[in-house]
């Protein structure tokens, strides 16, 4: 087992949750309104102003662009050994993304200030609450952002690219491992973060995190809402089914986390995302056959 049991159950409940939480942000959201004579989802603008006019394969082609972009910016970053440079892209990354999550719930100002406020305690003032709540917020106003330039064939089409290149750059590359590390020891990480102590050689403990990428967190969140909202575009299922069937597939994704965690090997890194990708369309075979 990756890590024990303790530390494995707050893991994967904190995944879970983000992923509950992530969709409910979608759900509040996403609109279903009369446009001559028809219903149609819309959404409004975020905090941020209207999302790009992209959708489907130029959604991926977008997608696939900016994480070259940023993989190469941050194996720059991580040759030049600037950490003040990550951790100033990375709170800049927080305020946006938090932003856009919080901006569903409140107006504009609130959002920006409270946004910026959780930036700074995440960056000066880490800690483990205040590191996972903004996660959750991070991931959730991504998917905001992104769920509706998509429809599900070019969804599917992204988590398996994801997969493949998770399982390259984990095994292969090793790349991914090389940042992670480096987001590690900088203490900004990306993603799901849980300290425990690990038992050594003759007893001893040593400090250690349990971690899931930020990566992780957001494609199947973003994979949720896209086919919440194609069930409600589909016209057979109200917004509030549409919700509820669409639950489904946060347990199995969850569960394909779980198996990993239980399967994988201590202080190993392993690729999440097949895993994950596999939860996702196992999830949504069910739901299409209910």
């Given amino acids: 087992m990756k890590y024990d049991l303790k530390t494995a159950s707050i893991l994967i409940s904190l ?3 983000s992923q509950i939480v992530g969709l409910a942000f979608i759900y509040r959201d996403m609109k279903v309104e009369i446009i001559e004579g028809k219903e149609q989802v819309v959404h409004g603008e975020t905090v941020l102003g209207p999302r790009p006019e992209l959708y489907g394969w130029e959604t991926f082609v977008w997608i696939v662009s900016g994480i070259g972009i940023s993989t190469g910016l941050m194996l720059l970053i991580i040759w030049l050994k600037r950490v003040s440079l990550w951790k100033l892209l990375f709170f800049i990354s927080i305020f946006f993304a938090t932003s856009l999550a919080l901006g569903t719930f409140l107006n504009a100002y609130l959002a920006f200030g409270l946004a910026f406020l959780l930036a700074l305690l995440k960056i000066f003032k880490p800690n483990i ?3 996972n709540i903004t996660e959750i917020l991070i991931y959730s ?4 952002l992104l769920v ?3 429809d599900v064939i070019w969804i599917v089409v992204l988590l398996l690219a994801i997969s493949f290149y998770d ?3 984990v095994f292969k590359s090793k790349h991914m491992v090389k940042m992670a590390k480096f987001q590690m020891k900088s203490r900004v990480f990306a993603g799901i973060l849980i300290p425990f102590k690990r038992v050594k050689k003759k007893g001893k403990k040593q ?3 349990a971690i899931i990428g930020g990566g992780d967190v957001a494609f199947p969140l973003v994979f949720s809402g896209v086919v919440m909202e194609s069930l409600v575009k589909s016209l057979q299922f109200t917004k509030e089914i549409a919700f ?3 639950l489904l597939i946060p347990v199995f994704v969850t569960f394909a986390v779980l198996f990993l965690l239980f399967k994988g090997k201590e202080g190993k890194f392993y690729p999440a995302m097949p895993f994950i990708t596999a939860g996702c369309l196992i999830a949504y ?4 056959l209910i």
């Fill in 15 to 17: 995944f879970l949750i």
């Fill in 129 to 131: 609450i205040i590191h």
């Fill in 141 to 144: 106003g991504i998917a905001l």
């Fill in 148 to 150: 509706p330039l998509f």
């Fill in 167 to 169: 399982f390259y750059a």
């Fill in 207 to 209: 400090a250690a995190e």
């Fill in 244 to 246: 509820l069937k669409t």
């Fill in 285 to 288: 075979a069910i739901i299409l």
